[in-house]
């Protein structure tokens, strides 16, 4: 079972990333599927996520910024940022769970990261 996650890169303020997880190994159909993201020294936080049934939920800091949709064809998900700012700089980790909303450490598949940042 793979996540593979793509799309990081530099970019200004004020404009816009689309970030892709592709999932392999099994169907993900069934499985929620998130966004985190870590800075150094800092803890790995929640982004956004959408479950199995497609519900979405967001972070207060990327509401009405980002947007998390995910593709069951093709056992993909992706998050567009737009309106990004320099506190958005970090790694961004797509990962996928049975259940939707809960920490971090408990999520049960991982991809390896992608660097966004953010310049000002």
């Known amino acids: 079972v793979q996540l593979q996650a793509s799309g990081g890169g530099l970019v200004q303020a004020g404009g816009s990333l689309r970030l892709s997880c592709a999932a392999s190994?099994?169907?993900?159909?069934?499985?929620?599927m998130a966004w985190f993201r870590q800075v150094p020294g800092k803890e790995r936080e929640f982004v956004a996520a959408?479950?199995?049934?497609?519900?979405?939920f967001y972070a207060d800091s990327v509401k009405g910024r980002f947007t998390i949709s995910r593709d069951y064809s093709k056992n993909t998900v992706t998050l567009q940022m737009n309106s990004l700012k320099p506190e958005d700089t970090a790694v961004y980790y797509c990962?996928?769970?049975?259940?939707?909303?809960?920490?971090?450490?408990?999520?049960?598949?991982w991809g390896q990261g992608t660097l966004v940042t953010v310049s000002s």
């Open positions: 959408a479950s199995w049934s497609g519900a979405t």
């Open positions: 190994g099994r169907s993900f159909s069934r499985y929620a």
């Open positions: 990962a996928a769970d049975q259940t939707t909303l809960r920490p971090a450490s408990l999520y049960e598949y």
